[in-house]
């Protein structure tokens, strides 16, 4: 008979018993562990994705009727940060829409906003 090595989980320490690729002794170890790893980039993350909803809340609440035209201002005034946004939509007229996910705007001159809604996106 072999002796055999046991392993240790890489979380808590426990024997693992299993595979022999086998890492962590339950779930909740092997979960604990990559939340450890990932706690960085899951911080920054949750924070641009907060971003974006608030942006894509804002423009919603703007545009009920999924098409309108605002002051960029008032925008600004509800807090919305034009440096965060998912995609870019070029138009064959070289128009530039900026979408938070399916609510987007065009900017029209330096005050003046058309927002959009995507519903292809959705559906």
Known sequence: MKNAVVKKCAQCGDPV??????????????TAFNNVLNRDANNFMTKINRILRGNR???????????????????LTAGFKFAYFTNIYETKAGRVYKFCYDHG??????????LVHRKEYVE
């Open 105 to 114: 705007y065009l900017e029209i001159d330096d005050y003046t906003l058309a």
């Open 57 to 75: 809340r804002i423009l919603a609440e703007f545009n009920p009727e999924g098409k309108t035209k605002i002051r960029r201002e008032k925008l």
């Open 17 to 30: 018993r299993g595979r022999s690729d086998k890492k962590f002794c339950c779930d909740d170890c092997r």
